[in-house]
């Protein structure tokens, strides 16, 4: 298996491109399915492994998709099939986003059940419970999940979600566009994620208020069209290169990045000693002193701190001075960067959701793996400012969400190459 090398002790200086957000292409993605004619998104990160398993997908179904750098194109035209199999929803949970768009359009949909996975059982309870709201029959058969709507079509409703759940709140907001009389969505999630998938849905037609609040309004119409839209930067990756940059030193500069979607990070990083300041349509980051100060973080729903960087982080608190509690509340087992990050000298005990992290003067490079993107990235931050060499394993989670890591960061000055395995 290909695996990363990473020599800690170089500074960052240079500029950064930041992708588009992969989060938000993989739900646009199944936006397409929405509508028989074209559908065509820029900024689209298409060499990452999860947009690949979604084609794969899309494909399947019956999709024709067309990539080229980073613009795709969909058509969803000729659906051949309302099934998407086990072999392809297992590589990737994103995928159970094409259950909502599917029954609104055909009147059905048997999707896999994805099943846990590394961070946590991540069931999708939510996704079926609002579906049976719009009047779908969901029944559970050998692993798949297969609704049908009733014969007049899906039927707006009031769905409160007893749980922020980004997913969930997406998959219902897509099928709500096609159903009949209006659908309001209390508790959704507010990721920019969100809005910006409900963006593009008013640019297919859609009738939908609220976005970025709590409390979603759509009023169903009777089709979509085909639309054209760019993907928001991805706010994740902009965080991690600001984490990267903060802790090796240096002046990075992030090409056409978001700093307003980052609001609940800002506060914290700059707590930390990391300077991040807006030029245009980009981001500059430096480290403000000469060692890191430790922050309390807790992870919470949009707009609070967001999950996918607790991992990152927590690498920043190991090399701090003073210490850090981390409090994971989305997921109930995103701490595997725990035990491997002490593998490489850091000083962190878990209790429960929480871990104290007491800064070390410096991490020593070791062998490291882990098993899920944000953890696996947090290991690449930690090798950049470890002595000596550092070997991240089983690299095939980084390629699910960073487009071209080793050569993003190298130009930049680190010292990290891919190696490819036996
Ligand atoms: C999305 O996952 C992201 N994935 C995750 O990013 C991200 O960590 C998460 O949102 C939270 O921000 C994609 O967008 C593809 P949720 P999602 O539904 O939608 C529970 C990454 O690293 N829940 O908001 O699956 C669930 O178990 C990934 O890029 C239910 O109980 O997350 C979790 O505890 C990892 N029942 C919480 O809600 C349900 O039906 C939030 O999950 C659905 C969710």
């Known amino acids: 298996m290909d695996k990363i090398k990473v020599i800690g002790g170089a500074q960052l200086n240079g500029t950064i491109p930041i992708s588009g957000a992969k989060n938000c292409a993989l739900k646009l993605m199944c936006a397409s399915l929405l509508t028989g004619d074209s559908m065509y998104f820029e900024n689209s990160p298409n060499t990452l492994r999860d947009m690949r398993s979604q084609v794969e997908l899309l494909e399947y179904l019956g999709c024709a998709v067309k990539r080229e750098d980073d613009m795709m194109a969909i058509n969803a035209g000729n659906i051949k099939t309302y099934t998407a199999p ?3 929803v297992r590589k990737m949970r994103g995928s159970i986003l094409v259950l909502g768009p599917l029954l609104a359009r055909f009147g059905e949909a048997k999707v896999s059940l994805p099943g846990g996975c590394a961070i946590g059982t991540r069931p999708v309870d939510l996704h079926i419970k609002g579906l049976e709201e719009l009047g779908a029959t969901i029944t559970l058969e050998e692993g ?46 507010r990721e920019p994620e969100i809005t910006d998938l409900g963006e593009c849905l008013i640019k297919m037609g859609a009738k939908i208020e609220g976005l970025g609040t709590d409390t979603i309004r759509i009023e169903g119409v009777k089709s979509l069209h085909g639309a054209r839209h760019s993907i928001i930067p991805d706010r994740i990756e902009t965080g991690t290169y600001i984490i990267a940059a903060g802790m090796a030193g240096g002046t990075v500069r992030l090409k056409n990045a978001r700093i307003d979607d980052l609001s609940a990070v800002l506060g914290h990083l700059s707590q930390a000693g990391i300077e991040v300041e807006k030029d245009g349509g980009d981001i500059i980051v430096r480290r403000e002193i000469e060692r890191l100060r430790g922050v309390d973080i807790m992870t919470e729903p949009h707009p609070g701190f967001p999950t996918d960087l607790q991992a990152q982080f927590m690498a920043m608190l190991c090399i701090a ?14 701490f595997m960067h725990v035990p491997e990050l002490s593998r490489m000298g850091a000083d962190i005990s878990v209790q429960g959701n929480s871990a104290i992290v007491r800064g070390v003067p410096t991490l020593k490079g070791a062998e490291v793996m882990a098993t899920d993107l944000r953890a696996s990235v947090a290991l690449v931050l930690a090798g950049l400012v470890a002595d000596g060499e550092t070997t991240v394993n089983r690299i095939y989670h980084l390629e699910r969400g960073y487009e071209d890591i080793v050569g993003k960061l190298s130009a930049c000055g680190a010292n990290i190459k891919r190696i490819s395995g036996e």
């Open 144 to 189: 798949y999940i297969h609704a049908k709507a009733p014969a007049g079509g899906l039927q707006g409703a009031k769905i409160l979600f007893p749980k922020v759940s980004v997913g969930a709140t997406e998959n219902l907001m897509m099928a709500a566009t096609l159903a009949n009389g209006t659908t309001v969505l209390a508790n959704a999630a």
């Open 321 to 334: 001075e003073g210490a850090g509690l981390v409090t994971e509340t989305i997921f109930e087992n995103r």
């Open 86 to 88: 086990y072999d392809i």
